[in-house]
Structure formats: structure tokens, C-alpha cells
């Protein structure tokens, strides 16, 4: 009889399988506020700290705002410690501001983008990312996302002026196994990881050494643990990236 595969033995919950999530700070979201409300405004507030954040490639910045309310972002370059910023739509189009997408200047790069306004932020959170507003239109505004898909955002989204701080982080090697044990302990993923095909039929969709054996490495995004491995979900598996000139 095989044994479980790692993503069916996560679920029992041990300590082997359990991220570290009890050292993390706090989630990277904007404060709640009504959509007409900061859309003619233009709030005030004050970078307070920069914090880092075990599993999490960017720094985490505390802002507290002129009426009281905090919150954690992800940290944009050039923002430091005692800066002042502004969020509303009559905020300057300045790093480390935050805008509604739809007072943004085309050509500006964003980050920290919401998919629907009020969810506090989904797109472009990874050390280095960014988006780049490319139009508005009547259905909303274009944002070029970092896989250079573009995507129509309603005009209330919030977005931040700059580029994810932290952009060389995966130009440095890591040059020892314990310091990616110690990357992946804190991001709560499993190490070390074994290939599929390396295992027999027994323990894994893909185990086998048979070619014949060989599965679809798609699965669907509902399948149940143990069947949910490889391309979870994908819509462009096996396709070519383009080549950056």
C-alpha cells in the first residue's frame, strides 16, 4: 500500500506540514472606506514603521491615518520611515500614494492593485512587481498586469504610485540548503520537494518510470487532495513565454 502524498498529510495538520503563520505581522490590505468617500478626498498619513515579514519578499509599512485608522501595506521604493502620504482621488500622483485607478495618469506604474474596489489589494504584491495603467475607458480602466495580460478594473479600485520594493531578491543565491530550509520553513511550503515521476504509481498521480504511465500534469481547480497536484487550474500549460528584447 503507498503512502499519502504530502498534499493529502498537510491537511493532518502536524507541525512537519504547519506554516509558521504565527510570526507573521499582519495582512497587506488598505483600511475600509466608502468609495465616494476618499474618490474627492484626499486623506493624510504617516508612514510609522517598516517591518519585515517572515515569508513575505518585500518589506510591510504601518500608515496611520489622519482619523485614526492603520493599516499594513507592502512597501514601494523610495518610501522611508516618517513619510507623509495621501489615499483619495485628489491625491498628487506621487510614490507612495494611494489612488483610485481611475484618477491614475496612463503610463503611470502601480502596485498593490484591487480587483474590485474595497478587497484591499490583490495584483502586484511580490517583491519587483508593478502594472501599468494603459487607458481609461467608459467599461473602466486597462491595466497591463505583470504577465502583460491586460484587465479592465472598475475606477474606484485602489492602487499604489511606485514599483514593489526589493526587486533583486531572487538575483542572490542562496548558495546553502538551510538557507532555502529556512525560506521555505517560513513561507510554509514543503522542502525538500521530489518530482512526481520520481516516485512510483503507488504515491503520486504522476509516479511511475512507464511512459505509458504518464498523466495530464492539468488538473481542475475543484479536483480533491491528492488528485490536486501540478498545474493547478492552468490555461496556458505548455505555453511559450515570449522572449523580453
Known amino acids: 500500500m503507498g503512502k499519502r502524498i504530502r498534499v493529502q498529510r498537510r491537511g493532518r495538520g502536524g507541525s512537519t506540514f504547519r506554516a509558521s503563520t504565527h510570526k507573521r505581522v499582519a495582512p497587506a490590505q488598505y483600511p475600509l472606506l466608502s468609495t465616494k468617500e476618499y474618490f474627492e478626498k484626499a486623506i493624510k498619513g ?20 489622519e482619523k485614526g485608522e492603520t493599516c499594513y501595506t507592502v512597501v514601494p521604493e523610495g518610501v522611508c520611515e516618517g513619510q507623509q502620504i ?13 489612488i483610485p485607478v481611475g484618477r491614475i495618469p496612463e ?8 480587483l474590485s474596489p474595497g478587497d484591499g489589494g490583490k495584483i502586484a504584491k511580490s517583491s519587483g512587481a508593478y502594472a501599468t495603467v ?45 538557507m532555502k530550509f529556512h525560506l521555505m520553513k517560513a513561507k510554509g511550503h514543503k522542502y525538500p520537494r521530489t518530482r512526481g515521476r520520481a516516485m512510483i504509481a503507488a504515491v503520486h498521480p ?40
Open 134 to 178: 494603459v487607458a481609461h475607458t467608459p467599461q473602466g480602466t486597462i491595466i497591463k498586469l505583470p504577465s502583460r495580460k491586460t484587465k479592465y478594473l472598475n475606477d474606484y479600485c485602489r492602487a499604489t504610485i511606485g514599483v514593489i520594493s526589493g526587486a533583486g531578491r531572487t538575483e542572490k543565491p542562496f548558495l546553502k540548503a538551510g
Open 206 to 245: 504522476y509516479g511511475s518510470s512507464k511512459k505509458s504511465a504518464r498523466k495530464v500534469t492539468t488538473v481542475s481547480r475543484h479536483a480533491p487532495p491528492g488528485q490536486k497536484v501540478g498545474l493547478i487550474a492552468a490555461k496556458g500549460a505548455g505555453k511559450k513565454k515570449r522572449k523580453v528584447r
Open 107 to 114: 503610463g503611470t506604474m502601480v502596485c498593490n492593485i484591487e
Open 86 to 98: 495621501q489615499m483619495g482621488g485628489k491625491a498628487p500622483v506621487e510614490v507612495g500614494n494611494i
Open 46 to 65: 504617516l508612514i510609522e514603521e517598516l517591518v519585515h515579514d517572515p515569508g513575505r519578499g518585500a518589506p510591510l509599512a504601518l500608515i496611520r491615518f
